[in-house]
């Protein structure tokens, strides 16, 4: 007879963000192949990337794979570390008036002699599939308003949740952090959904009590392990968003990556929690497709 | 021998609106007439009003009597309730365009008919004293960016904790309500205070309990006696934005005004807190002068 190792440990879901970004790239691909037949529109994105940082151009390359997979056409401008703000410019201004470019990205961070605010103000808010612009930020914000664009990483998150049937109405939510590309637009998108929101950061005084709180927690600190399983209220769905290198002499390549949240502890509180890698990393390409699309539909007036 | 009656129920400091208020406009005037003076400039406030509701006209008549006091030039335009769309947005045009009008204020609620995004949208950012704009909401919610002007209400809460030495980095901060023009734009200045902050709404499921984590309360529910002492953690800061008409056959008008907080139970708790009326209320007009000014300085280049 054999013995069962008997455990009382639960696990939690693990949410694939893999696995939804695969079936979210799929149904984009749809929807671009009916457009195209439908009204002969191809959506294009196209990229501005200024110097030469090996992060910057991964992140380029992936998102030109993602394009061509699901039928975008996309544009690339390549700009030498020196040049001048006004170069740039003069790219954007290009992408606002080409007809054929429905989305336009500027591959950040910048130089640190280019003015970022006054770069991304360049954009046309109609092809501003970042959603960094800051009319879009206060739409986003406003009761009766709707931003044109939702930026893409907490769009993601808020895309898992959905997809995972997770409740947000009523729910108490905590973000921690509150950057302006993740974990700002977090917090104004969980209030839009009927959460009770509390942002986390830096100047907290009890980060883990409040953390403790949450029945959703995204965390966007970018700070490897910050969140300990005693951090969580159990039951409660994590998102991490964070996506941080720590050293690791066993791999191959000396390091490894890790979320905010220690993922072993934390899956025996959680209900359902988002590996890093293979969480909320691959939403984020799969929304700004999503985002091309929809400004190539809303440009040209297709439903 | 006298016997003293002996309590230990501590009162909290009441924080005098009116009092702050007063001083404000007294500091305004006093810059008003520097202008004046070195730069010949006077600054100007004008006023749409479209329809005749009592309450509408008794707010633009105190706008108008506030002005004359600091010597800001006010200016109204005054629609008939039937006008059109495109009649306000004219008013709003020549008021964007006179060289002496350097805020726009449209008074709400428009009747049903007109749309409000639409006219608050005519207005000139540089002129939008009301900071509505999305552009200037989107400014206030992201950091490293500022807004050309912060909604004065918001606005008056923040100068009442600041006048009383209250501070605010590192605290819990709750805000009931989650309107666009108090309770959203007031947990947004929280936030860029470096509080903690958690908006509590309609669909808070605890509120009793998150409002008694806050070490400041900003209520900006409309619903009288909402807060009762109960909800209050000891030593709290209560800034009570409320004015809610009660019946009261006792008064003359058949009604009284109240705050959305239970004055008399939270003064036996809190720290510090507003009354209603007295509180924030005479703050409103006078940030609404500071910020007609501060756009007749920024627009004329004057330090």
């Known amino acids: ?21 695969k079936n979210i790239r799929g149904e984009i691909a749809n929807e671009v192949a009916r457009i195209k037949d439908s009204a002969s529109i191809v959506p294009g994105l196209a ?12 992140y380029v390359r992936n998102k030109r794979k993602a ?4 039928g975008i056409a996309s544009f690339e401008a390549s700009l030498p570390e020196d040049c001048t703000e006004e170069e740039v410019i003069k790219h954007i201004s290009d992408f606002n008036n080409n007809p054929s470019v429905h989305g336009i990205l500027v ?15 360049a954009v046309y808010i109609e092809k501003d599939v970042d959603g960094f612009h800051p009319l879009n930020i206060g739409r986003l914000a406003m009761q009766g308003r709707d931003p044109l664009f939702v930026p893409c990483t907490p769009k993601g998150c808020m895309e898992l949740l959905h997809r995972y049937d997770i409740e947000i109405k009523g729910k108490r939510a ?6 302006n590309i993740v974990g700002m637009p977090a917090a104004l998108l969980l209030q839009r959904g009927n959460a009770t929101v509390t ?7 009890n980060p883990e009590e409040i953390t ?7 965390s966007a600190a970018g700070s490897p392990n910050l969140v300990k399983g005693s951090w969580l209220k159990p039951g409660a769905v994590v998102i991490d968003v964070g996506i941080n290198a720590v050293d690791d002499p066993e791999s191959a390549r000396g390091y490894r990556l890790v979320g905010d949240v220690c993922f072993e502890e934390a899956r025996k509180v959680a209900s359902a929690i988002t590996p890093v890698p293979g969480g909320v990393g691959p939403m984020t390409i799969a929304m700004l ?10 440009i040209h007036g297709i439903k």
Chains 1, 2 share one sequence.
């Open 107 to 121: 591959q950040l961070p910048l130089p640190r002699h280019i003015n970022e605010e006054k770069i991304l103000n």
């Open 67 to 70: 394009c061509e997979e699901v």
């Open 212 to 218: 403790r709180q949450a029945d959703i927690l995204i």
């Open 47 to 58: 990229v501005i990337l200024v110097g030469s940082r090996k992060d910057s151009q991964t």
């Open 199 to 205: 942002i986390v950061h830096s100047k907290t005084q």
């Open 174 to 179: 905590v973000v921690i952090g509150r950057s």
């Open 1 to 21: 007879m054999q013995t069962v190792a008997m455990t009382t440990e639960v696990s939690s879901t693990i949410i694939d963000g893999k696995f939804v970004a």
């Open 289 to 298: 497709l999503s985002n091309t699309l929809s400004s190539a539909k809303r």
